[in-house]
């Protein structure tokens, strides 16, 4: 028996949030367990491997934050051989969103645009879902390409997940396991990329990766490249669960617990996917504000651009919705995730422009006109990845505002970025 078809009319974990579901038969049960969650309002003294700087919550405010980021500048201006933080170069920052098997656009984009041969080394990177599958290739640089082709172009959905009996719906954790999808970044993720991806962070460059604590209700970004550079043994296994974590649709894919520490007590916290708070993030805007405070004072500040990739259309997504309880429940959700996105979309412009950051964002046009029919079904996925990569490879046209701005579409200027 087949999932509700209305679960693939969901908007990524932008455009089909519940896609990945969608076309699995229902095959397996059990009665998970799990051990005793993080009290109430002790979330910010949880640790799993023990690192200060392993990740940041926001109940602990934004001065662990601040701080990483004050030292990754440090580390790059140390890196560079440049004595004045104020001389830096300037800086480019990647934000990866979510959107399922529609990470296969951001892919292609990324290959494109080395084969163009501008793409620039990213001081950050974000991701969120698929995003954060596709970001450590994005961080770790041009030589992941191939890889990141090979993910995007030839994995099928029994790569990503396998199904579970009918009555998981009811007793488990989730209609389908995804321990091929666990499978998947294994073969990838491994201590050769661990390797890179700690070299990126002393070097001054962040990797940062968001999932949700459902417990807490709360956004966690997990510091990649601080776990890949600590030389803990369980750096290697966490960084496979994290970017597991943070595609976990809920209901489709069961959440990944997380063992942790709170005052000496061993205690554990359900994560999924990261995109149920955001699917995009760059930085806290309070981080902003040393240099907001430069602006005012008509100091000059660092020049920087933002790059913004959201893997999934921003146009509406019209459809007759049938006057059934679980096609108006399946349409309302996509509905939400889509506000989502654009939502982010909006606030990432809206801190660039306070920020004066140059801002460029990539979506899904409306020329691309392959069918979806089935989840991450190479047929389509395929198709998308070649048009982002021909359109970066002869120079993207990044939009610089987000479209519809004052009911007028976005202007576009065309270039390699």
């Known amino acids: 028996m087949s999932l509700p078809s209305w679960l693939g009319s969901a908007q990524g974990t932008g455009r089909r949030g519940l896609a990945a579901a969608a076309a699995l038969a229902i095959t397996g049960c059990a009665s998970p367990a799990r051990l005793p969650a993080v009290p109430r309002g002790a979330s910010g003294q949880a640790s799993v491997l023990g690192l200060p700087n392993e990740r940041f919550r926001m109940e602990n405010g934004i001065g662990p934050f601040d701080g990483e980021v004050v030292r990754a500048m440090l580390r790059r201006a140390d890196f560079l051989g440049v004595s004045d933080l104020e001389k830096m170069p300037g800086i480019n920052l990647l934000a990866i969103s979510g959107g399922g ?35 450590p290739f994005a961080f770790v640089g041009p030589s992941q390409d191939p890889a990141l ?26 209609l389908a396991d995804t321990l091929p999808l666990l499978r998947t970044v294994s073969r990838h993720l491994d201590q050769t990329m661990m390797a890179a991806i700690a070299k990126g962070y002393r070097e001054g460059r962040l990797l940062l990766v968001g999932t949700t604590d459902l417990d807490a209700q709360m956004p966690v970004i997990w510091n990649l490249g601080a776990i890949a550079a600590s030389g803990h043994p369980g750096a290697l296994e966490l960084t496979r669960r994290i970017l597991v ?22 205690r554990q916290e359900m994560h999924i996917d990261g995109g149920a708070i955001n699917q995009a993030f760059l930085y806290p805007p309070a981080l902003s504000a ?30 007759a919705v049938q006057r059934r309880t679980l096609s108006i429940t399946g349409r309302a959700i996509a509905t939400m995730i889509a506000a989502s996105g654009y939502n982010d979309v909006m606030r990432i412009w809206n801190q660039a422009q306070t920020d004066r950051l140059d801002y460029h964002l990539a979506y899904i046009g409306r020329d691309f006109t392959v069918p979806y029919d089935s989840p991450f079904d190479p047929a389509y ?15 993207f046209d990044w939009a610089h505002q987000p479209p ?6 976005a202007q576009v200027a065309k270039e390699g970025g």
């Open 149 to 174: 082709r090979s993910v995007y172009t030839e994995v099928t959905l029994a790569d990503i997940a396998e199904s579970r009996f009918l009555i998981a719906a009811v007793f488990d954790d989730a």
């Open 404 to 409: 519809m701005i004052d009911g007028r579409p």
């Open 290 to 319: 040393p240099r907001r405070a430069q602006i005012a004072r008509g100091r000059p500040v660092v020049p920087g651009r933002v790059f913004l990739i959201r893997n999934a259309r921003l146009d509406p997504d019209w459809a």
């Open 245 to 266: 974590a943070s595609a976990a649709i809920p209901g489709a894919f069961p959440p990944v617990m997380f063992d942790v520490t709170v005052n000496g007590a061993l």
């Open 101 to 135: 098997e529609d990470g296969a656009f951001g892919a292609g984009l990324l290959c494109g645009w080395t084969a163009r041969g501008d793409r620039p080394e990213f001081n950050l990177v974000t991701g969120v879902s698929t995003g954060a599958l596709t970001a």
């Open 381 to 395: 996925m395929r198709p998308l990845f070649d048009y982002a990569y021909q359109r970066a490879q002869r120079g």
